[in-house]
């Protein structure tokens, strides 16, 4: 028996400064997790997957990443997503120097 779906966003790398992004309901990028469409229906999962794969010259490694709905929207399941969220682990820089 196949896994139930579970909710997911649309992630990937953006190509020229390659800071985390993902895909809004409004076909645009954020680099903000709260902003990204939460998607609960497989079909469209892969199609929204298809559209942002279809975007070669904005985004690399697009892909569906697992979410839980929190109070203030989808929050990470998973510590790769955590970890790609909070920026470069090596020193202090980019998005970590303005926390």
Same mark, same amino acid.
Not at 15 to 43: C, F, K, Q
């Given at each position: 028996?196949?896994? &139930?779906?579970t *909710?997911k966003?649309? $992630? %990937?790398s953006?190509?020229?400064?390659?800071? =985390?992004?993902y895909l809004?309901a409004?076909? $645009?990028w954020?680099?903000? @997790?709260e902003e990204?469409? =939460?998607?609960?229906?497989? &079909?469209h999962a892969?199609?929204?997957?298809?559209?942002?794969e279809?975007q %070669?010259?904005?985004v690399v490694? %697009?892909y @569906? &990443?697992?979410?839980?709905?929190? %109070?203030?929207? *989808?929050e *990470?399941?998973? +510590?790769?997503?955590?970890?790609?969220r909070t920026? *470069?682990?090596?020193? +202090?820089?980019g998005?970590?120097?303005? @926390?």
């Amino acid at each position: 028996m196949s896994k &139930a779906f579970t *909710p997911k966003v649309v $992630t %990937a790398s953006h190509l020229l400064d390659g800071d =985390v992004i993902y895909l809004t309901a409004e076909d $645009t990028w954020s680099r903000r @997790l709260e902003e990204a469409e =939460v998607i609960e229906d497989e &079909a469209h999962a892969q199609l929204r997957l298809l559209d942002a794969e279809s975007q %070669a010259d904005v985004v690399v490694g %697009a892909y @569906l &990443a697992d979410v839980a709905i929190g %109070a203030t929207g *989808p929050e *990470p399941t998973h +510590f790769r997503e955590t970890f790609r969220r909070t920026g *470069p682990s090596n020193y +202090f820089h980019g998005k970590q120097a303005g @926390l």
